[in-house]
């Protein structure tokens, strides 16, 4: 295996990600949502650290940790055309819940997708986007019969890039895509932005 975590630009211009808010605040919830992420074939993990590669690290045993005190853990994703990725999944607390942040850096997916100079140019429309943010929705959809959340979205994200999520409220004009549970069944809706996330008056 190549250098998957330690190669340059590899943790470089923020992620593409699955977030999900949770539906309980429980510290089990914490550790049930990593054991969910973790579970999944497509993912080998998680590791403890982004500064050797895996091949150098024992994965780590999930109820082994603290739930107050997770760390940021990392792994290993094959995406849908076959090529393999960084991987991170991280837990945020705030006064809505708990947040589940889960996905790749665009400098470990730019080495198998033409990403470009994304998220400032290019859209969420574009060819690798619709397949790499579908590979994150049916990690959703894996996840849910698991664990319970609330919501979620996908996308180039920061916490405060989507601030539509702490009110439950979903864009018609959208960059991002969008998870929502209605009669007890998981819904997505796509990205339909044809413009850059990051334009000029955002960015």
Known sequence: MSSVFTAPDIWSAGSVELVLL???KSD???LDALEATWERPSLDGPYLTNQEEP????RIVIDTLDPMEVPTL??????PNGAIAA?????VRDKDGIWVYLGSPTGSLGRTYPLGAFPFEGTSLDSWAR?????LKELAYWM???????????GWLTTVEVPELSSGSVPDHR????LHVAGGELQYLPPNSRESFMTAERG
Do not use: M, N
Not at 55 to 58: D, G, I
Not at 131 to 135: A, K, L, P, R, T
């Open 144 to 154: 849910f019969p698991k664990l319970r959340f609330t919501r979620g979205v996908i």
């Open 55 to 58: 091949s150098s690290q024992k």
């Open 22 to 24: 949770l539906d309980e």
């Open 28 to 30: 089990s919830v914490v």
């Open 131 to 135: 397949e790499v943010y579908g590979w």
């Open 87 to 91: 991987f991170a999944c991280h837990v």
């Open 175 to 178: 960059f991002h895509g969008y």
């Open 74 to 79: 990392y792994g290993v994703a094959t995406l």
